[in-house]
């Protein structure tokens, strides 16, 4: 069974890593996924993260893209009213138990998240006087309610805090559980549950099942350092997260420290806790998922128990054949001997005519047999009462109806073997229906047990698509390499153009800018190393085509490079410099009658064959790939543009990629097309 709640010393280890990560970070939007789970953006900086709070299981940050649903719920409407755009200022754990706190601040007051990682769990939103002011989950308990405009209590604790438990004190609450095993009684009196319990005992050589009465003074003294160690060693951040795996090599358990008791199985490490977290409780909900078609036990019992309705079909078959064939044969027979059969009855009904009894009548036939007269040897029965006579003929022995003649008899056999017959086609009917749904019951077994050894594969698939990597600086401007590698980027408007000089832009690297009011300025990150003239013209035209030109018709601009030294934001005397521009300084070197084009590009995962759009010049592009278009100023634009150019882009791509093109999202295409409009220059 795979990990089912936190520990404390998770909740500590992963409160830990949070509060230097995300102190302070801003909420951009809260969401929540399903009945107790919720996801915060955060932005901190430059850094977005994803901190996913599932109540009663987790708290971690995510590095994946979660579904979210369409309608946010009531609970997580209320969560955006009050906590979204303000600043998560702590995150704290209470008193070394599985509950967390995260504390907020922002223009509408001061609010407590509770995260309570116990149980069935909760989330609980307490304002600035510690009124609960909604939650994930409403009830009353004997110790406590939760309810809408009740103060807010914690839950019982679950032990003594061994944050400040002395070793006197440590050392009279064990010996108080006396006859209680020494496992149970550190689980129940410091509330750090069972694996960390039989963990200090491990590690110490102490028999879990020792009574707390026969530990001396050493051996508690020896618990009380090793549960101190442990708490400090994750306290001070020296982890060791890692998922660990069972025999099978399924995930068994994400830990912050190595832990003796998992010593043999194999173990992924990580460089932090929360990515441990994060790998580990993604794959166990992707294959969770995937458990859903997992019915290996119900198919199976069904296939079993189609095979026990076949074989008595099969059975069922054989005896209506047998008995068709028989009634057949008997029918056969009655005609095949009908003159001794009927001297026979004919015989009887004399007999019985003359006064006889039918004791008598069949004592006396029999006597006729015993001496191989005929027709008497047929004999072999007579029930004098129901008027049946039993006969044997050619070792087939079968009754005869005495109120009958001979060949109403026959007939009456001749039905019994039609209705068998009937009986054997329907059989076989229902044979063909069992042996079909047994088939396809195989078959879905098949693929439920093909899909269960596919399912770590396909789980890995669908992780890889949907992890988010984490923006590079330079992904929140506009940018392309160039032919031989060097990186360059531009502004997208005032703002971050600002950004782009003041922030990013190193002495040693080169501006553009084209001499258009309406223009970004353009970086070459040099890096110390001194482009190419094809780097330079590549950045010169990227300058011109998403400056003012383009959106305007030009056919070709003048662009001018400069050093960043060059560049400032002290204009004349009474000059003012707006937001995103500079003042030049000095002399300018001038690429004149740069053309404006661009080319968009479409390169393939070698893996997943998912498509990835790229932009910039036209050169730097064709190095790249060989699917390309390449785009000029004109009058086409929006969608149908847009459309135009993936079109010119599928018709270069080889026919199995295709349809995955076809279907990319647009908006990544729109971003590296300037104003989204243009024209496709047919080469």
């Not at 001396?216 to 020896?222: G, H, K, L, Y």
């Not at 090793?226 to 994400?254: A, S």
């Not at 949907?466 to 060097?486: C, H, I």
């Not at 990629?657 to 729109?670: D, I, P, Q, S, V």
Request: aromatic share 8%; net charge positive.
């Amino acid at each position: 069974m795979p990990k089912a709640e936190f520990s404390s010393f998770d909740v500590a280890a992963a409160v830990r890593e949070l509060k230097e990560l995300i102190s302070n970070a801003r909420v951009s939007n809260i969401y929540q996924l399903d009945d107790k789970t919720l996801l915060f953006k955060l932005r901190r900086g430059e850094n977005v993260y994803g901190l996913v709070v599932e109540a009663g299981k987790r708290i971690n940050l995510t590095s994946y893209a979660l579904e979210k649903p369409l309608v946010p719920p009531a609970f997580c409407m209320a969560l955006r009213k009050h906590l979204r755009n303000s600043f998560l200022t702590s995150i704290e754990q209470h008193n070394f138990e599985r509950v967390a706190i995260l504390s907020f601040k922002g223009k509408v007051g001061d609010f407590k998240l509770v995260v309570e990682l116990f149980g069935d769990g909760n989330i609980i939103l307490v304002d600035g006087e510690n009124k609960i002011l909604h939650a994930m989950l409403y009830k009353r308990m004997r110790d406590r309610n939760i309810l809408r405009g009740e103060t807010f209590t914690f839950p019982p604790s679950s032990g003594r805090n061994p944050l400040e438990l002395s070793l006197p004190a440590f050392m009279e609450g064990l010996q108080a559980y006396e006859k209680t095993e020494v496992v149970r009684a550190l689980a129940r009196f410091l509330g750090i549950g069972g694996i960390y319990a039989e963990e200090i005992l491990l590690r110490l050589g102490i028999d879990k099942t020792t009574p707390c009465n026969s530990l001396n003074a050493f051996q508690m003294e020896e618990i009380y350092k090793c549960l101190e160690g442990l708490i400090r060693q994750v306290l001070n951040g020296n982890l060791e997260p890692c998922i660990v795996l069972d025999e099978k090599g399924e995930f068994l358990d994400v830990v912050p420290l190595r832990l003796k008791r998992y010593e043999g199985l194999k173990h992924q490490f990580y460089k932090s806790f929360n990515e441990a977290l994060d790998e580990f409780y993604a794959k166990i909900k992707a294959l969770e998922k995937v458990e859903t078609v997992k019915k290996d036990e119900a198919l199976k019992r069904e296939i079993e128990r189609l095979k026990r309705v076949l074989a008595e079909q099969e059975k069922a078959l054989q005896e209506a054949e047998q008995k068709a064939e028989k009634y057949r044969r008997i029918g056969d027979l009655i005609y095949a001997y009908s003159g001794e059969l009927q001297t026979l009855l004919n015989r009887l009904w004399e007999e019985k005519k003359l006064g006889a009894e039918w004791k008598a009548i069949t004592s006396k036939v029999l006597a006729e047999k015993k001496a191989g007269l005929s027709p008497s040897k047929f004999f072999e029965s007579l029930d004098g009462q129901r008027l049946v006579l039993h006969v044997c003929v050619e070792g087939t022995s079968f009754s005869l109806d005495l109120r009958k003649d001979l060949f109403a008899n026959a007939a009456e056999y001749y039905d019994r073997a039609k209705a068998s017959r009937r009986k054997v086609e329907g059989a076989k009917a229902a044979i063909e229906e069992t042996r079909r749904k047994l088939s396809e019951a195989e078959a879905r077994l098949k693929e439920a047990e093909k899909a269960v050894l596919e399912a770590p594969i396909k789980v890995e698939e669908e992780l890889a698509k949907r992890r988010v990597r984490q923006r590079r600086w330079f992904e929140k401007f506009k940018w392309f390499t160039t032919s031989d590698g060097f990186l360059v980027v531009a502004g997208k408007d005032a703002a971050s153009n600002e950004m782009l000089i003041k922030r990013y832009t190193a002495p040693e690297d080169i501006v553009f800018h084209a001499d258009v009011a309406g223009a970004p300025f353009v970086v070459i990150k040099t890096e110390g190393k001194t482009p190419s003239e094809q780097s330079l013209r590549e950045a010169a035209e990227f300058a011109a085509a998403h400056s003012r030109g383009w959106r305007e018709g030009f056919a070709s601009l003048d662009v001018y490079w400069v050093k960043p030294s060059q560049l400032s934001k002290a204009g004349g005397a009474g000059e003012y410099v707006p937001r995103g521009a500079f003042v030049v300084h000095g002399s300018r070197n001038w690429m004149r009658n740069t053309p404006l084009r661009i080319a968009v590009g479409v390169v393939f995962n070698d893996e997943t064959e998912e498509p990835t759009f790229m932009g910039g010049a036209a050169e730097a592009v064709k190095a790249k790939t060989d699917i390309y278009a390449i785009l000029v100023p004109g009058e086409d634009e929006g969608k149908p543009f847009l459309h135009k150019v993936l079109r010119t882009l599928a018709e270069k791509t080889p026919k199995e990629k295709r349809e995955k093109l076809l279907k990319a999202n647009m908006e990544a295409l729109r971003e590296l097309i300037p104003y989204s409009k243009g024209r496709v220059l047919q080469e």
